[in-house]
T-cell receptor
Framework: SQQGEEDPQALSIQEGENATMNCSYK?????LQWYRQNSGRGLVHLIL?????REKHSGRLRVTLDTSKKSSSLLITASRAADTASYFC??????????????FGQGTILTVHP | EAGVAQSPRYKIIEKRQSVAFWCNPI?????LYWYQQILGQGPKLLIQ????????DSQLPKDRFSAERLKGVDSTLKIQPAKLEDSAVYLC??????????????FGPGTRLTVT
């Protein structure tokens, strides 16, 4: 079963607006990663946040992690049409038989209108 | 640096036929992953190799799927015989190390398989 669940499933915004996607998970994690997938392409790694970190920035991306709520959010500021893609969170569990494995959520489809 | 290469990009076969996918990871990457991505879902790990040894194949349907990574570089994923529910995109990814916990993975463009 999928570890991470993204919300919303789809998001439609205008260019220049901010986009926020959320990810919830069920078990303790060591790190959480966000990936982008353009239509018909492979996934591209965006950012990794460790369980002992609360916030991380990379360019126009801001990721937060709340381990007490088992949730993360990805904020894309000043969105562009080129940001149109599916965004996935992936969790690396802290232990158990799945240790060392990434588990992906269902993804959020972001559409940015010019 | 060249990315992860996969071929073919598209494949259409009839059910009960066999099919093979090929992956060439980024040079020097010790760990190679095969994922299955069904339309509308996130990728699901099928098998993970560390060099040429299998680290995790717990979600690989071993009655019909097989994979190998000879010499710790290229890898082949085979399905025999294919079922309709195998229609999906098969993604290959690699990472520099098989560290635990896992770090960044680099994905290829994928092979879109349609089983009719």
């Amino acid at each position: 079963s999928q570890q991470g669940e993204e919300d919303p499933q789809a998001l439609s915004i205008q260019e220049g607006e901010n986009a926020t996607m959320n990810c919830s998970y069920k078990t303790s994690i060591n790190n959480l990663q966000w990936y982008r997938q353009n239509s018909g392409r492979g996934l591209v790694h965006l950012i990794l946040i460790r369980s002992n970190e609360r916030e991380k920035h990379s360019g126009r991306l801001r990721v937060t992690l709340d381990t007490s709520k088992k949730s993360s959010s990805l904020l894309i500021t000043a969105s562009r049409a080129a940001d149109t893609a599916s965004y996935f969170c992936a969790t690396a569990r802290a232990g158990g038989t799945s240790y060392g494995k990434l588990t992906f959520g269902q993804g959020t489809i972001l559409t940015v209108h010019p | 640096e060249a990315g992860v290469a996969q071929s073919p990009r598209y494949k259409i076969i009839e059910k009960r036929q066999s099919v093979a996918f090929w992956c060439n990871p980024i040079s020097g990457h010790a760990t190679l992953y095969w994922y299955q991505q069904i339309l509308g879902q996130g990728p699901k790990l099928l098998i993970q190799f560390q060099n040429n040894g299998v680290v995790d194949d717990s979600q690989l349907p071993k009655d019909r799927f097989s994979a190998e990574r000879l010499k710790g570089v290229d890898s082949t994923l085979k399905i025999q015989p294919a079922k309709l529910e195998d229609s999906a995109v098969y993604l290959c990814a690699s990472s520099l190390t098989g560290s635990r916990p896992p770090g960044e993975q680099y994905f290829g463009p994928g092979t879109r398989l349609t089983v009719t």
